[in-house]
């Protein structure tokens, strides 16, 4: 048996902001005649506590079933009054926000009289739609206290370290043969000159002591299910095949300096990247008495139209190097750009100089070129071009992502962007956070990054991930949508139109929607042409409602 | 016919077009009293019939305002927006109605402005119009 729909209307002052224009008793008066509405009450400022309160008392006292404020923005205020709903002992979601001031009294402050009309015609809409509100219910489910960490570079043994050293037990896949990413083939760490090495024995035998870590090597991601608490991982290592259990997964999986293939006669013996250079540095191997490093090669191109941020500071410290090995080494670095950002960067560079490194500036147009035992470069203090002896030439190349960060991409359903670089949610909101649920992301994988902010990226991303671990449960709103599966006719349109590949179809045949994986968006709701699917929270019923609210 | 106020219903998306309207209001940016906004989480949650409705209720126009093309808070529901737009304006060249009365807009949500500059763009273009032929707006 339908209970009668017995709706509350409060109107709100804002002091001024909305009063200043629009006359709230005329509305007040207004509202009262519209259907099911039995009571109507202005406020000064309805989000003050004697506001909430009256809400909470007119609740009771005229035994409310529907609330509809109209005053500010629902995107801040929705849910102080969702919560004084709760509170007076009816359905949160049997709440109705209309925006009568950044919507209509702040903007239409020269012509009240249309002004009001709308005020009273967006109230109108508001009582009309609250007709059909439906309630809307929290559900729970349960959380695996175990995480996933793909990538044992710096970043990944960062965050899988961190969460153990939180009580979480870790499954953490490594592609290669062994742990430690870039790092374990470098010399030393700018700016703090640890070696490269040093830093990554030290992380690998922290982890093969914890307890709580399972390392995989050897292994591939395969497949990936369930939701945020409840993910199901399988993964291949060294031949044997395993699924684990997780709350939580984080994306740690790097990525790699760009090999110079066609460029500036590359040939891996005179002519090498960075990379090449530390490996001879690490083994006291370098003899060149002059050498020239070239900057932003195969970077900030059209096709490759990104600064890889690490490689001006790493030619930077790698010259240092050559300098203090042999003070006389010639030094050149022909730069485009020099990207030494922050103090310590900075300070590098400073230093580099004060040793007799030469930095000389050339343009994408006039490229230097490589030859037999030079470099010829335009040089624009001289205006002409000049051959620099190069014994040795370094080519500074930039982190490029993975060929395997789609696959990855698409087995976690999280995105890349055009250059295959992980993207994040949100880059100041949620800059650790994939738009999904219980997925984060750090170090290379998203961005070039330096170990220090790698590392900070890592226990960022542990932090994130350790918020829904330490949960037994967690609780989510049904703003969800739902198939009534009697009318659904299997056509598969909601599993082609969900941007997050929730629908699916079960053994019976019918589209099903895990609730905790569904985003609320709606899409598939207006998809379906059987209109078999539910949306409580946006319903077709409250939509319609509004539209024939249009006009009194 | 000369003091037609065209009544335009907005399908108005939480995370960008709702938060450029809010932000319009909160810079103060005026525009024309003419739109009416219906709130929804993403404007893939519109449907062609959402629009119809409108219409056949008195809209003399109506548009749905998303987030920017490739921004979409949930991924590609504005995409799916524009096709559904597309969609209604097609119908309605089928019943010789103009299919400018239904419009698709990109916003981001720190675009009050263009929040404002939409809502004076499609008051101008359906008054040129003039009243819907479906005439359930009294206000002429
Ligand atoms: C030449 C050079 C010099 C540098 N010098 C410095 C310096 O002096 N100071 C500084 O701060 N930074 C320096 N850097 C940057 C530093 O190397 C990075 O900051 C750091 O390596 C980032 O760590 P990461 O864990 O994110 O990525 P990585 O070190 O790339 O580790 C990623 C790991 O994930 C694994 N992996 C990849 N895909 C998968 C998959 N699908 N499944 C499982 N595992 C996968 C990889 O095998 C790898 O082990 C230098 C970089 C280069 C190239
Ligand atoms: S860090 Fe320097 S070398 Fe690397 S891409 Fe940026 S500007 Fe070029
Ligand atoms: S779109 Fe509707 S009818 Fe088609 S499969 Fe999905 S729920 Fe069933
Ligand atoms: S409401 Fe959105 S997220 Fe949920 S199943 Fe439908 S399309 Fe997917």
């Not at chain 1, 200043?20 to 039995?38: K, M, Q, R």
């Not at chain 1, 926000?97 to 009309?117: L, P």
Request: hydrophobic residues 40%.
């Amino acid at each position: 048996m339908e209970t009668e729909l017995r709706i509350g209307v409060f109107v709100c002052h804002c002091g001024i902001n909305i009063a200043g224009v629009l006359d709230i008793e005329d509305l007040c008066e207004y509202a009262g005649t519209l259907p099911n509405v039995v009571t109507v009450q202005p406020n000064l400022f309805t989000c003050a506590e004697t506001g909430t309160s009256g809400i909470k008392n007119a609740v009771k006292e005229h035994d409310l079933n529907r609330v509809v404020v109209a005053a500010c923005t629902p995107r801040t205020h929705e849910p102080i009054f969702r919560a004084s709903c709760q509170e007076a002992g009816i359905n949160p979601y049997f709440f109705e926000m209309v925006n009568i001031r950044e919507h209509c009294s702040w903007v239409h402050r020269h012509d009240r009289e249309a002004a009001q009309g709308k005020a009273r015609d967006l109230i109108r809409m508001a009582v009309a739609r609250a007709m059909f509100l439906e309630p809307i219910e929290t559900f729970k489910s349960k959380v695996e206290p175990r995480a996933l960490v793909i990538g044992a570079g710096i970043a990944g043994m960062s965050s899988a370290l961190a969460l153990a050293g939180e009580g979480f037990d870790v499954t953490l896949l490594e592609k290669k043969a062994e742990m430690g990413g870039l790092l374990r083939d470098l010399h030393k760490v700018a700016p703090s000159e640890v070696g490269a090495g040093e830093l990554v024995e030290q992380k690998v035998a922290a982890i093969k002591q914890e307890g709580r870590i399972q390392c995989f090597t050897s292994a591939t991601l395969e497949e990936v299910s369930g939701y945020v608490g409840n993910y199901s991982a399988t993964f291949s290592s060294n031949g044997n095949t395993h699924t684990h259990k997780v709350g939580a997964i984080i994306v740690a999986t790097g990525g790699a300096p760009l090999k110079p293939m066609g460029l500036y006669n590359y040939d891996g013996k005179r002519v090498i990247t960075q990379s090449e250079l530390e490996t001879k540095l690490k083994s006291g191997k370098l003899d060149a008495k002059s050498i020239v490093m070239i900057q932003c090669v195969g970077a900030r191109i059209p096709e490759r139209n990104y600064c890889s941020r690490i490689c001006c500071m790493v030619a930077i410290k790698n010259s240092l190097h050559i300098k203090e090995i042999a003070k006389d080494a010639k030094v050149f670095v022909l730069y485009r750009d020099i990207q030494a950002y922050g103090v310590e960067n900075e300070a590098l560079f400073l230093k580099a100089k004060e040793a007799g490194v030469r930095f000389i500036r050339y343009n994408l147009e006039s490229p230097p070129v490589v030859g037999d035992g030079n470099v010829e470069i335009y040089h624009p203090a001289m205006g002409k071009e000049v051959p620099l002896p190069a014994e040795l030439v370094v080519l500074s190349t930039p982190i490029v992502a993975h060929d395997d960060a789609e696959s990855v991409s698409r087995i976690l359903k999280v995105p890349v962007n055009e250059y295959r670089f992980f993207l994040e949610a949100h880059a100041k909101l949620s800059p650790l956070d994939f738009a999904t649920n219980g997925i984060y992301l750090c170090g290379n994988a998203h961005y070039p990054a330096t170990v220090r902010e790698a590392i900070s990226q890592a226990l960022g991303a542990a932090s994130r991930a350790s918020i829904i671990l330490s949960h037994d449960a967690i609780e989510r709103v049904g703003t969800v949508a739902r198939v009534d599966q009697e009318l659904c006719s299997s056509c598969f349109a909601c599993v082609k139109v969900c941007p997050y590949q929730v629908p699916h179809m079960d053994e019976g045949g019918k589209a099903m929607i895990e609730p905790m994986q569904c985003q609320g968006c709606g899409i598939c709701v207006a998809e379906c042409p059987a209109e078999a699917i539910q949306f409580g929270y946006v319903s077709d019923a409250q939509i319609m409602a509004a539209c024939e609210a249009l006009c009194a | 016919m000369n003091n037609f106020e065209p009544l335009i219903a907005v399908f108005s998306c939480h995370y960008c077009s709702y938060a450029a309207a809010d932000l319009a209001g909160s810079s103060r940016i005026q525009y024309p009293p003419n739109i009416r906004v219906i709130k929804i989480p993403c404007t893939g949650r519109v449907s062609v019939n959402h629009i119809l409705k409108a219409l056949e209720c008195g809209a003399d126009g109506v548009y749905v305002a998303g987030c920017l093309e490739g921004t979409c808070h949930f991924i590609s529901g504005n995409f799916k927006a524009k096709q559904r737009v597309q969609y209604a304006k097609n119908l309605l060249s089928e019943i010789n109605m103009e299919p400018e009365r239904v419009q698709m807009y990109f916003m981001s949500a720190a675009e009050g402005a263009k929040f404002a500059n939409v809502a004076k763009e499609m008051t101008e273009t359906i008054r040129e119009l003039g009243p819907s032929p479906l005439g359930q707006n009294k206000s002429e």
